[in-house]
T-cell receptor, first 115, second 112 residues
């Protein structure tokens, strides 16, 4: 049971380069999320998706793009990497549920450094 | 808007000590409340949850009670172990289709 799988685990980018962080889940969850985690700041929501073909901005979307062509995959794209995007990125998924108590399932994260 | 406030860290305890990690929240309506734990090098995983006032969530010896009157969801454990060393996040979700709002997290280190 793989759950939420993120690749790569680590990456170093030069300023201005682009890359895609991959995320896939095998639990048939409708909802998927991208968070970034910075020291002492908790987790900030970048983008989320409530189903294939539907995406929406979170708290900190600038500098990122997402797509959701399938239920399983939710890649995060950085077009012009900046040092401020140095962070640990987490993908998560959940079922919508009839109530608000559906937990999120997280991947193990991608540690990105932009120099 | 919704927010979660956790006590400042880090926290260092000796094995078998009693643990309390404070969490208070601000939200409209009746949110569900969660504690997530992040072990070194891993993603977050759900530790426990509570969905209505006076509910008590529990797991792995940890407990937290949903207190609506004080808007709190403090995490407690009677006797911590070295293996409990991790980062702990309090979070809320204020509606069926709303997002999860996290606190800043607190690092717990337990000494043998």
């Amino acid at each position: 049971n793989a759950g939420v799988t993120q690749t790569p685990k680590f990456r170093i980018l030069k300023i201005g380069q682009s890359m895609t962080l991959q995320c896939t889940q095998d639990m048939n969850h409708n909802y998927m999320y991208w968070y970034r985690q910075d020291p002492g700041m908790g987790l900030k929501l970048i983008y989320y998706s409530v189903g294939a073909g539907i995406t929406d901005k979170g708290e900190v979307p600038n500098g990122y793009n997402v797509s959701r062509s399938t239920t399983e995959d939710f890649p995060l794209r950085l077009e012009l990497a900046a040092p401020s995007q140095t962070s640990v990125y987490f993908c998560a998924s959940s079922t919508p549920g009839a109530q608000s108590n559906s937990p999120l399932h997280f991947g193990n994260g991608t540690r990105l450094t932009v120099t | 808007g919704d927010s979660v406030t956790q006590m400042e860290g880090p926290v260092t305890l000796s094995e078998e000590a009693f643990l309390t990690i404070n969490c208070t929240y601000t939200a409209t309506g009746y949110p569900s409340l969660f504690w997530y734990v992040q072990y070194p090098g891993e993603g977050l995983q759900l530790l426990l949850k509570a969905t209505k006032a006076d509910d008590k969530g529990s797991n792995k010896g940890f407990e937290a009670t949903y207190r609506k009157e004080t808007t709190s969801f403090h995490l407690e454990k009677g006797s911590v172990q070295v293996s409990d060393s991790a980062v702990y996040f309090c979070a809320l979700r204020a509606g069926a289709n709303s997002k999860l709002t996290f606190g800043k997290g607190i690092t717990l280190s337990v000494r043998p």
